[in-house]
Protein backbone atom coordinates (compact mmCIF):
# COMPACT_ATOMS: atom_id res chain seq x y z
CA UNK A 1 0.00 0.00 0.00
CA UNK A 2 1.58 3.40 -0.86
CA UNK A 3 -0.34 6.69 -0.33
CA UNK A 4 1.52 9.65 -1.86
CA UNK A 5 0.67 13.37 -1.48
CA UNK A 6 0.87 16.03 -3.41
CA UNK A 7 0.01 20.19 -3.69
CA UNK A 8 1.84 21.74 -0.76
CA UNK A 9 3.80 24.92 -1.21
CA UNK A 10 3.97 28.40 -0.27
CA UNK A 11 1.18 30.11 0.11
CA UNK A 12 0.15 33.99 1.08
CA UNK A 13 -2.36 34.78 3.68
CA UNK A 14 -6.08 34.41 2.87
CA UNK A 15 -4.66 32.14 -0.40
CA UNK A 16 -5.79 28.94 -1.62
CA UNK A 17 -4.17 25.26 -1.90
CA UNK A 18 -5.61 21.93 -2.68
CA UNK A 19 -3.86 18.73 -1.48
CA UNK A 20 -4.72 15.46 -3.34
CA UNK A 21 -3.36 12.32 -1.98
CA UNK A 22 -2.97 8.71 -4.61
CA UNK A 23 -3.85 5.55 -2.86
CA UNK A 24 -2.35 2.91 -4.45
CA UNK A 25 -2.61 -0.94 -3.22
CA UNK A 26 -5.68 -1.13 -1.50
CA UNK A 27 -9.17 -1.40 -1.92
CA UNK A 28 -9.72 2.41 -1.86
CA UNK A 29 -13.40 2.82 -1.50
CA UNK A 30 -13.53 0.34 1.57
CA UNK A 31 -11.54 2.83 3.66
CA UNK A 32 -11.88 6.06 5.59
CA UNK A 33 -9.87 9.02 4.74
CA UNK A 34 -8.13 11.36 6.79
CA UNK A 35 -6.07 14.54 7.09
CA UNK A 36 -3.77 15.32 9.64
CA UNK A 37 -1.01 17.71 10.22
CA UNK A 38 1.92 18.83 12.27
CA UNK A 39 4.00 21.67 12.71
CA UNK A 40 7.69 22.04 14.68
CA UNK A 41 5.83 22.75 17.96
CA UNK A 42 3.06 20.14 18.27
CA UNK A 43 2.04 16.67 17.79
CA UNK A 44 0.42 15.41 14.60
CA UNK A 45 -3.39 16.90 14.85
CA UNK A 46 -6.85 15.77 13.12
CA UNK A 47 -7.63 18.40 10.16
CA UNK A 48 -10.27 16.12 8.22
CA UNK A 49 -12.11 12.82 7.85
CA UNK A 50 -14.32 11.51 5.45
CA UNK A 51 -16.66 8.21 5.68
CA UNK A 52 -16.05 5.69 3.05
CA UNK A 53 -19.24 6.48 1.39
CA UNK A 54 -18.22 10.09 0.78
CA UNK A 55 -21.25 11.13 2.97
CA UNK A 56 -19.97 12.43 6.28
CA UNK A 57 -17.42 15.02 6.64
CA UNK A 58 -15.56 15.56 10.14
CA UNK A 59 -13.66 18.75 10.73
CA UNK A 60 -11.23 20.23 13.27
CA UNK A 61 -12.71 23.14 14.56
CA UNK A 62 -9.65 24.95 14.00
CA UNK A 63 -10.70 24.53 10.19
CA UNK A 64 -13.96 24.41 9.71
CA UNK A 65 -15.53 26.26 7.16
CA UNK A 66 -12.37 26.88 5.33
CA UNK A 67 -11.25 22.98 4.48
CA UNK A 68 -12.94 20.58 2.53
CA UNK A 69 -12.03 17.13 1.93
CA UNK A 70 -13.17 15.10 -0.57
CA UNK A 71 -12.80 11.67 -2.14
CA UNK A 72 -12.86 10.37 -5.92
CA UNK A 73 -12.75 6.60 -5.84
CA UNK A 74 -12.71 5.78 -9.40
CA UNK A 75 -9.55 7.70 -8.88
CA UNK A 76 -7.85 6.45 -5.72
CA UNK A 77 -7.79 10.07 -4.54
CA UNK A 78 -8.59 11.69 -1.42
CA UNK A 79 -8.44 15.70 -1.87
CA UNK A 80 -8.19 18.72 0.88
CA UNK A 81 -9.36 22.31 -0.56
CA UNK A 82 -7.93 24.48 2.08
CA UNK A 83 -9.72 28.35 1.76
CA UNK A 84 -8.64 31.49 3.47
CA UNK A 85 -5.39 29.85 4.87
CA UNK A 86 -4.04 31.39 8.15
CA UNK A 87 -0.05 31.28 9.01
CA UNK A 88 -1.19 29.02 11.78
CA UNK A 89 -1.97 26.66 9.43
CA UNK A 90 1.27 26.29 7.91
CA UNK A 91 2.67 22.52 8.99
CA UNK A 92 3.20 19.25 7.11
CA UNK A 93 0.49 17.51 6.38
CA UNK A 94 -0.41 13.96 6.03
CA UNK A 95 -3.47 11.40 4.60
CA UNK A 96 -4.38 8.63 6.06
CA UNK A 97 -6.55 5.59 5.44
CA UNK A 98 -8.50 3.22 7.96
CA UNK A 99 -10.59 0.45 7.68
CA UNK A 100 -12.35 1.19 10.61
CA UNK A 101 -15.93 2.47 9.45
CA UNK A 102 -15.42 5.58 11.96
CA UNK A 103 -14.78 8.94 11.93
CA UNK A 104 -11.70 8.94 14.15
CA UNK A 105 -9.93 12.28 15.02
CA UNK A 106 -6.63 10.08 16.67
CA UNK A 107 -3.84 8.74 14.67
CA UNK A 108 -3.61 5.38 16.29
CA UNK A 109 -6.67 4.39 14.18
CA UNK A 110 -5.19 4.60 11.15
CA UNK A 111 -3.38 1.75 8.58
CA UNK A 112 -1.62 3.27 6.12
CA UNK A 113 -0.39 7.26 5.97
CA UNK A 114 1.39 8.83 2.75
CA UNK A 115 4.76 10.75 2.91
CA UNK A 116 3.63 14.44 3.93
CA UNK A 117 3.52 17.97 2.21
CA UNK A 118 5.20 20.63 3.30
CA UNK A 119 2.16 23.86 3.23
CA UNK A 120 3.26 27.26 4.51
CA UNK A 121 1.35 30.02 4.75
CA UNK A 122 2.93 33.33 4.85
CA UNK A 123 3.31 36.82 3.50
Known amino acids: VQLQASGGGLVRPEGSLKLSCAAT????????VAWFRQDSEKGREFVAVLSQNGYTAVYADSVKGRFTISRDDAKNIVNLQMNSLKTEDTAVYFC?????????????????WGQGTLVTVSS
Open 96 to 112: AVTHRNSAMKTTSGYDY
Open 25 to 32: GLTFSSYT
